[in-house]
């Protein structure tokens, strides 16, 4: 209940949502599963919520474990007072824990420890507490000499690397000075002389000085980088005067003892050689953990809008991937994805043979009667777009749009490109991808490593265990929540279904293929490894279109079918006649029936009934339908075609922490700053906004926009 607690007050969320939660969570319930079909348990909390309390949940777990260790260590040393156990107790955070484990963890051998082992600790508490005596300080010392501590200088020395050391890990001390640094500290950065950065990418950071507590994530994200390129030098620019006089709060100087300057030399000695230094490594590495944190939440949020695109149904595409030399591959799939012809084209230089090419793509398109043409967004693709501009200008049917091809090449040479296009070559491959990500990106993108697919910012440079499971976590709620038909899924989009990895998504695959479709969800209990855990888990997520039971079609749970029943039979007294569709009836059902007191009736939670009749009224519908759908274009304009004050739509294309890509059909994005976007705006990549265009460079490329009022 402890850990409950703590959860409630970090989450701020209910103590009765978070236990509920983590018991489901511990019973083997997935995410999903919880989010969706457990609402009157966890209360309606979503993915997201649920997704933390089980980070939350298993990090303060693993802080209590890493709290008893140290108990035990700091006993087992004798040294564990009740004092010291309390603080250990109440400890919020690991930097707090490690704080006080600092001066008891084992160490290589010091300068400190030297001293103490020629018997010198004494004198350096006595340093500490300031003592006064009526005696010279030779007769003070002469008791501390040795053969190995000849004179007084070594004598005051070695305590005083002593004293240096405690200061350097005393909590209190460590933590006041970390809090000094961070708020009134400064980060900087220079170029290093003599290194090299070709394409000026650091060149904002050549001179850079910022305080530490505004400094932005990616400001650190590309810093770091600099430095690990050595092309940067980066330091903190501490306050030492206040940290000193932090330092001397706990270590107090006392002007009439005779050690009073040896203590103020041994602050100055373990400030500059151990505490400063280990305290700007800790805030360096806090520093970089938020940034990577930040990172990778904005990574996951575009990649969730990119994943949440509406597919473009009903098109025979021809997918395009340009190129020069090699050629641009071209790939023909039908309306359900299905490759219907290939070809390799080469209108650009070095052959410029764009009348072949002019042949070949006309032929492709009336042989298969294509209705879009998408090009890849890499090497190639402005020039192979005014090509495919002047060919759609003659059709009126025939439209087209730019898909960034972003893992094309790595889903190419993927086991799942081999096992779905054997026959293809490698280099068409990519063709076949980037057509079929606009005609069901979800359906396509699963394939792609979620890394490779390029809606971030610096994603190398995170931990990358994190960002995987973070972007893992992004495209199993999006897969739960669109469902998958089972019939006719491929392995990685089921794998991502609840309760369902690669293993069993293999060999849901291998019992269609020998036993042909499911006709309802309970045959999936003959797929070796559906246990009944797993069934209950996935069942709801996968589809059964056309099969013998209509409700396998929707996302109601099969443990609420009998539910469904019911609510069907209510429903039969609410229809105006018998053409009256299921979505009126339930409407009139809505506004006229209690739907509390229906539910109590039901024995059942209110969020049940009412998910129910949402899937009854659209049985089996698609989230991502609701979304606009990409904007397809006639003919090509170019930067020269723009002006200021120009109002036009444009497609997010990327979000990052300094402002907005977005594509506005010319041959590079538009930046619309951070400074220029509404406040209230909430945006995702893939959504279509209206922008003006406020100034045009052409030397360097670079369109800035604002967002229209």
């Known amino acids: 209940m402890d850990t409950a607690y703590n959860l409630a007050e970090l989450l701020n969320l209910p103590v009765e949502k978070i236990v509920n939660t983590v018991s489901l969570l511990q019973e083997g319930n997935t995410v999903p599963f919880i989010a969706r079909y457990r609402k009157e348990i966890t209360g309606g909390l979503n993915e997201g919520e649920i ?85 010279p300080l030779p007769e003070i010392i002469a008791p501390f000499l040795s053969e190995e501590v000849p004179n007084l200088t070594m004598a005051l ?51 850079f000085k910022q305080r530490i507590k505004f400094i932005h994530p990616h400001q650190i994200l590309a810093i770091n980088r600099g430095e690990r390129e050595k092309i940067l030098k980066v330091d903190l620019l501490i306050p030492e005067k206040d940290c000193l006089i932090a330092i001397k709060s706990v270590f107090i100087p006392n002007s009439k003892s005779i050690f009073f300057d040896v203590l103020n030399s041994a602050i100055a000695n373990g400030a500059q050689r151990l505490l400063f230094p280990s305290i700007k490594r800790d805030i360096r590495r806090a520093l970089t953990e938020t940034a990577e944190n930040h990172a990778i939440q904005v990574f996951a949020k575009n990649l969730y809008g990119l994943l ?26 039908d309306a359900t994805g299905k490759v219907l012809e290939t070809a390799t084209i080469f209108p650009h230089p070095p052959q410029n043979q764009k009348e072949n090419a002019y042949r070949v793509l006309n032929t492709l398109i009336n042989s298969h009667n294509v209705s879009l043409i998408v090009i890849g967004n890499g ?26 091809e ?70 199993t709620t999006v897969v739960n929540k669109v469902g998958v038909d089972v019939n006719t899924a491929s392995t990685a989009l089921l794998s991502y ?81 018998n053409n009256t569709s299921i979505e009126e009836t339930i409407h009139k059902f809505v506004n006229t029936v209690n739907l509390e007191d229906f539910s109590k009736l039901l024995k ?17 519908r698609d989230p991502r339908e609701e979304i606009p759908k990409p904007v397809l274009r006639k003919d090509v304009i170019s930067i020269n075609d723009l002006s200021q004050g120009m109002m036009l739509k444009g497609t997010i294309r990327n979000i990052v922490d300094f402002g907005i890509f977005v594509d506005l059909g010319v041959n590079i994005d538009g930046l619309l700053h951070r400074s220029k976007i509404k406040q209230s705006a ?13 100034n045009i460079d052409q030397d360097r490329n670079r369109i800035a926009l604002a967002m229209k009022e």
């Open 604 to 620: 059942i939670g209110l969020p049940t009934l009412q998910d129910i009749l949402d899937e009854l009224a659209r049985p089996g």
């Open 308 to 333: 949440t695109q509406p597919p473009l149904k009903d098109h025979v595409i021809l997918g395009i991937d340009p190129g020069f030399r090699t050629g641009s591959k071209i790939a023909v799939i």
């Open 51 to 135: 997704f933390n309390i089980e980070a939350e949940h298993k990090r303060l777990t693993n802080l209590d474990e890493r709290r008893q260790t140290i108990l035990k260590t700091i006993e087992a040393q004798g040294k564990l007072t009740n004092d010291l156990k309390q603080q250990i107790l109440q400890s919020r955070s690991l930097t707090e824990l490690e704080d006080l484990y600092l001066p008891f963890r084992p160490k290589k051998l010091t300068r400190a420890q030297i001293a103490r082992e020629k018997g010198l600790e004494p004198l350096a508490e006595m340093i500490i507490k300031q003592e006064i005596f009526d005696l």
């Open 682 to 694: 909430n945006l995702s990549v893939g959504d279509i906004i209206e922008v003006e265009i406020l």
């Open 497 to 577: 279904i609840s309760g369902i990895g690669p293993l069993l998504a293999e060999r849901i695959i291998q019992y269609r293929i020998e036993n042909g479709a499911f006709n309802n969800r309970s045959e999936l209990k003959a797929v070796q490894g559906m246990g009944k855990k797993t069934f209950e888990q996935s069942a709801g997520f996968l589809r059964i279109r056309n099969g013998e039971i209509p409700l396998d079609a929707t996302a109601i749970h099969p443990e609420s079918y009998w539910i469904a029943e019911k609510v069907l039979q209510e429903l039969e007294h609410y229809k105006i006649n």
């Open 379 to 404: 090497t190639a693709s402005r020039e192979t777009e005014i090509f495919v501009a002047e060919i759609t200008k003659q059709n009126p049917s025939l439209h087209y749009l730019i898909a960034n």
């Open 157 to 207: 020395t070695g305590a005083s690397d002593i004293v240096a050391e405690f200061l350097s890990e005393n909590a209190a001390i460590r933590k006041n000075v970390r809090k000094i640094i961070v708020d009134f500290g400064n980060i900087t950065s220079e170029k290093i002389e003599g290194s090299e950065d070709k394409q000026s990418v650091f060149d904002v950071y050549y001179h």
């Open 406 to 475: 972003a893992g094309a090449s790595v889903y190419s040479a993927s086991n799942y490109a081999r096992k779905e296009l054997p026959d293809l070559d490698v280099s068409l491959r990519g063709a076949v991808s980037i057509a079929r990500r606009v005609q069901d990106p979800l359906a396509e993108l699963v394939k792609i490593d979620p890394k490779s697919i390029g809606v971030g910012l610096y994603q190398h440079d995170v931990n990358q265990p994190q960002l995987s499971k973070a972007l893992d976590q992004v495209v």
